[in-house]
């Protein structure tokens, strides 16, 4: 919602302080569609070119993420908690029969009961690949940390592939307004012998083009490229989280201990507390007896 009202913020500022200082728009909206056609067109073309189809879509898919915001919320983040309590749980009581639930996610009616998360396949991936390491008994939990780590650099560095294209496009749409504007001084000079009012008329056009692209870039697209950037960086905190609570399971410190220093590493604002986590588990813990 916040990202349709800085839209709106933006048009509303920029076009009604040009109107209210007494700028017309009909130089600006004849000469829109053409500038638009070379700048916007340019800036498409030169994203197709400077990336792989993957990442395309992947950019196309994240611009979403400009109005809905980060994938977890703050009972997600408990929903987490709950679900690795259950497994190390269960892992630690009965070693065998975690194994089910490791191997086959899908159908385990411990992930079942958290379906936003079983849907999320690094985050499955995550939490069975490292609990499956634990049970083949790794000598050093130093060596799967250094695997996780390494494995969720990747994840983010993929992640932001998007990010990174969007900004590409930010940075090149000011010279491609001025290219837009040089080719429309080029068409003035080709009319040099109209009346000066003609003249003016076509030089204001040309300029849009620098404004257009200018203002795409820094308007728009930069600020999409920066949004999305955040949230993927927000969304990174969630699978932070399964790491944190597994280490520490490696590491054989108590159950509740390991779910504790989650719930210490969960940014504030999806923190739940230590009571509300507390009346989560006593409800696992009923449902499981």
């Known amino acids: ?24 728009l009909g130089i600006i909206l004849k000469s829109l569609p053409f500038e638009m056609m070379m700048i916007g067109g340019a800036a498409v073309g030169a994203f197709l070119v400077g990336n792989d189809m993957d990442t395309v879509k992947h950019t196309l898919k994240d611009m979403g993420k400009v109005f809905k915001g980060p994938k977890w919320k703050h009972a997600d983040y408990q929903d987490l908690l709950c679900l690795l309590f259950e497994l190390i749980r269960l892992a630690r ?21 958290y379906t936003k998360i079983l849907s999320d396949r690094e985050a ?58 040089v ?41 999409f490229a920066n949004k999305v950037k955040s949230v993927v960086e927000e969304d990174a905190h969630f699978y932070h989280l399964i790491r944190e609570v597994l280490i520490a399971n490696l590491h054989n410190h108590a159950t509740n201990i390991c779910i504790e220093v989650g719930r210490q590493n969960t ?6 507390s230590f009571s509300d986590l507390e009346e989560a588990l006593k409800a696992v813990k009923q449902d499981a007896a």
Do not use: W
Request: some cysteine; glycine content about 12%; charged content about 15%.
């Open 183 to 223: 080719l429309g001084v080029i068409k003035t000079m080709g009319s040099i012998d109209q009346p000066p009012e003609v003249l003016g008329k076509m030089i204001g056009g040309a300029l849009v083009g620098t404004f257009l692209g200018v203002f795409l870039a820094y308007g728009l697209v930069g600020p």
């Open 1 to 24: 919602m916040i990202g349709f009202v800085g839209i709106g913020v933006i048009f509303v500022m920029v076009f009604g302080g040009y109107i209210l200082a007494g700028g017309k």
């Open 93 to 113: 009581q009965n070693p065998v029969a975690i194994e089910e639930h490791i191997e086959a996610p899908a159908e385990s009616a411990i992930f079942s009961k």
């Open 267 to 272: 940014p504030s604002h999806n923190r739940p």
């Open 124 to 181: 499955i991936g995550l939490i069975c690949d490292t609990m499956r390491s634990a049970s083949m008994n790794y000598d050093d939990p130093h060596q799967v940390e250094e695997v996780l780590d390494k494995r969720m650099e990747a994840n983010l560095h993929h992640s932001l592939h998007s990010s990174h294209a969007l900004q590409t496009v930010a940075d090149g749409l000011p010279a491609l307004g001025i290219v837009a504007a």
